[in-house]
């Protein structure tokens, strides 16, 4: 894992909420002289106790985790702002519409960048009575293929996961203006606006 809290984070938070290191220590049911050494960087909070911590400093995991206050912008709930997060070790595909920390495997994932697609991610779009029917023009081998097809609009996300050796075809129902993303797993996120 890349990031564990910081003894910064701890104090920052338990500042702001206005309690003492022994208030805090009473709360999590550790000594005083745990959360000292936590916020003096010479020890780190036990796994076990990063939810209790995080409640007793009135903070999401996340915050806790990365040390950065976390505010929600989605107020709007739209969801072409979401985010997806490919697992390299078993492939699964998370997608979250804010902030969020992900992890799969044992592994921490980090949000995808999109591209604009290329000549070698040519997306082609048909419209078939009342959907698009969807093709990629890509490969798709044990080793090289496209992962998943999502389309987003700004009130809902339909994927559809491919897998190695069958085709990067499917069919989408015309629900309004966004955009299509496409996943290979060589070449990462690519979208294209329709």
Request: aromatic share 8%; charged share 25%; with cysteine.
């Amino acid at each position: 894992m890349d990031n564990y809290i910081t003894g910064a984070a701890i104090k920052r938070l338990r500042e702001k909420k206005g309690i003492t290191q022994v208030q805090l220590a009473d709360i999590v049911g550790v000594s005083c002289k745990a959360v000292s050494k936590w916020e003096t960087a010479k020890g780190l909070p036990d796994i076990s106790l990063i939810e209790p911590l995080a409640k007793a400093l009135g903070a999401s995991v996340m915050e806790l985790m990365s040390g950065d206050t976390v505010i929600n912008k989605n107020t709007s709930s739209n969801m072409l702002r979401s985010s997806f997060y490919v697992c390299p070790v078993c492939g699964n595909v998370i997608s979250a519409t804010g902030e969020a920390f992900v992890s799969c495997c044992g592994i921490t994932l980090p949000p995808l960048e999109a591209e604009e697609t290329d000549e070698e991610h040519k997306i082609a779009i048909e419209k078939v009575e009342d959907e698009y029917f969807v093709t990629v023009s890509h490969d798709m081998t044990k080793t090289h293929f496209i992962s998943f097809i999502a389309h987003i609009t700004s009130d809902g996300i339909h994927l559809r996961k491919f897998y190695p050796e069958g085709n990067a075809e499917t069919r989408f129902s015309l629900r309004g203006r966004g955009y299509l993303y496409i996943y290979c797993n060589r070449h990462g996120l690519m979208k294209k606006k329709i």
